[in-house]
């Protein structure tokens, strides 16, 4: 967390918004100054204010999962701004009934083999 | 699309924002009036500026697609603001890992049968 790492450091959210960064700062734990692009992707796609305001509808053990959610988001837009993590969730669809079709197959011939056995 | 079946009726983002729709409107063809939710959603966590920007950013034949993609991110994100659609990719990936070990055990168990075949 930059609050412990940093104590006087402003938060990579504070910095690029060209803010003072206090102690409440809703960004501080979860945008560390080193790394700059987390913010900067998050804020590009969703919007600091929204992200301010998501945060602050949840409960704050569960705020780091949120961020971190929303950067893998972000990151996934800005890659491919038509499909973002949609695309992801296409190709693992795909992944899933292909592996389920392989499957059914396998157990068909698993089944064919023991019939053989028995006869 | 709402600019060929309502030619005079503002679009559903024109109509949150209390706007004209103009006919180069960029929400116009992907947010038609009777469906207010989808531009609601998407306006609430991307914001309408940010999903102008990106609209005007990639081709108009890919537009819809990604109109879609995102209303379909803003929904999760709704839904469970934690972790929105990033949860689905979680629960496909941990689908994906299952029905691999599945079909392996299958493998393994196809294997066995066709040595006890052959002996």
Known sequence: MAS???????CAACKFLRRKCTQGCVFSPYFPPEDP???VNVHKIFGASNVSKLLNEI?????????????????????????GCVGAI?????????????LEATHADLIRFSSDLIH
């Open 4 to 10: 412990s790492t940093h104590p006087n450091a402003a």
């Open 37 to 39: 692009t987390k913010f």
């Open 59 to 83: 409960a704050a053990h569960q705020r780091e999962d949120a961020v971190n959610s929303l950067a893998y988001e972000a990151e996934a837009r800005i890659k491919d701004p038509v499909y």
């Open 90 to 102: 296409t190709v693992l669809q795909r992944q899933v009934l292909q592996s389920q079709k392989e």
